[in-house]
């Protein structure tokens, strides 16, 4: 019983994780791109350096957490709105490219 439970658990985690792999469809480009350069471009693509490799596009309601490793994005991941500072208010628009198993982490998004 207590290896079922455990085997469920870890296989729920484990799709969960790459349920929320996907980066936004905008950004995802920049994964294996040096860090100074493709900050630049982050900038350029509308994002706002909020704080520790977290980055928020006002303009389509996205907040992403960047991973750096050896000088290069190695993930961006797709974080809640509040991992930026906002609010998850009914006004909160959905990024276009938001999975349905996302939901959950963009308070105010619905399908």
């Known amino acids: ?3 079922g439970l455990t085997f ?3 296989t729920f985690a484990a ?7 996907n980066p936004p469809k905008d950004v995802a480009d920049l994964i ?12 350029n693509r509308g994002y706002e350096n909020m ?7 006002p303009e389509m309601g996205v907040c992403v957490h960047v991973d750096v ?3 290069n994005f190695t993930s961006v ?21 938001l999975p349905e198993a996302n939901l959950a982490k963009q308070p105010g998004c619905s399908l």
């Open 1 to 3: 019983m207590r290896a």
């Open 8 to 10: 469920a658990a870890v």
């Open 15 to 21: 799709l969960t994780t790459l349920a929320f792999a």
């Open 32 to 43: 294996g791109a040096p860090a100074a350069g493709a900050e630049t471009e982050m900038v």
């Open 51 to 57: 704080k520790n490799n977290t980055w928020w596009n």
């Open 69 to 71: 490793l050896d000088g």
């Open 77 to 97: 991941t797709m974080i809640a709105r509040t991992g930026c500072g906002q609010s998850g208010g009914a006004a909160a628009t959905c990024p276009p490219d």
